[in-house]
């Protein structure tokens, strides 16, 4: 059983929560604080995290069941769990059912307008597996579906969605579809060979580093927005200061010519990136109103 459970925490890159979970919470917070005037309460981040991780359990879970011929054709992903012959179609239907299950729990526990919402992120949970196979804005539509994460913990403790909440939305928007165009770097080869679709594919990688680029400047360009909305100071300033320098150096390690540090770029610059704001604007929070 402990196996089994590893292999199904591997299928789903579980590490890789640490994108979005990290802004679920700061959008709680700064949503909780400017509303409400106080912090959200523990049993409200705890629905909040127990909502994070069946959505993203479901839409990793899906993502392999619809994506497993592929995977199976590609070297980088043939040792995925269900192409190796580790996890059945049937385990992983019901996986993604009681992952489903979990996330309209946690829903029900929080806002209703959390669960008014719902159907909406259910569908770009599914939708987004299928881009790829027709439109090279796939990456646009990966970002706004992980960035539903923050809008989500903004209107689950708040039960609004106001221009902050939006402006907090497009920040994460750009900021996961631009590493994911890096990320897509890779495999220009493999999907231009099986008719799939990305902007490495239809723009080349030199131009597709570009645009992951421009991305990004959106992103910096949204934290400040955050600053100028809410009533953050200088602790969320040093973090967003961070941030850029994450992000530069991000872009600075990947070139069309050389993509040998792709990962380090992809995983660990972008989930320090979101643990550094989230935790510099917890602390911002907390020192100025607490």
Not at 75 to 94: C, D, H, Q, S
């Amino acid at each position: 059983m402990f196996k089994k459970i590893v292999i199904f925490l591997q299928m789903i890159k579980f590490e890789h929560t640490v994108f979005a979970l990290p802004f679920a919470f700061m959008a709680a917070l700064l949503g909780s604080v400017a509303i409400h005037q106080e912090l959200p309460s523990w049993a409200q981040i705890g629905w909040v995290l127990l909502a994070m991780i069946g959505a993203r359990s479901a839409a990793m879970g899906l993502n392999r069941l619809i994506d497993r011929v592929s995977d199976a054709k590609n070297p980088r992903t043939a040792n995925r769990a269900i192409p190796a012959g580790l996890l059945k179609i049937g385990e992983v239907v019901v996986f993604v059912i009681a992952s489903f299950a979990l996330l309209f729990w946690a829903a029900a526990e929080l806002h209703p307008l959390a669960l008014k919402l719902l159907p909406i992120a259910v569908i770009m949970l599914v939708l987004y597996s299928y881009t790829k196979r027709f439109t090279w804005l796939c990456h646009v539509v990966l970002g706004l579906t992980i960035a539903l994460a923050p809008l989500g913990g903004w209107a689950a403790v708040t039960g609004q969605v106001d221009w902050t909440a939006m402006v907090f939305y497009a920040t994460i928007t750009f900021w996961i579809a631009g590493f994911d165009i890096i990320y897509a770097c890779q495999d220009v080869e493999f999907d231009t060979k099986e008719g799939l679709y990305s902007i490495p594919v239809r723009f080349g990688v030199a131009k597709s580093l570009k645009i992951a680029k421009a991305f990004h400047i959106i992103t910096a360009l949204g934290f400040i927005g955050l600053l100028l909305m809410t009533d953050l100071g200088w602790w969320y300033i040093a973090g967003m200061v961070i941030a850029y320098i994450i992000l530069f150096y991000e872009h600075h390690i990947v070139s069309p010519g050389d993509l040998s540090r792709l990962q380090t770029a992809f995983f660990t610059m972008n989930g320090v990136l979101s643990i550094v704001v989230f935790s510099f604007t917890l602390i911002d929070l907390v020192v100025r109103h607490y």
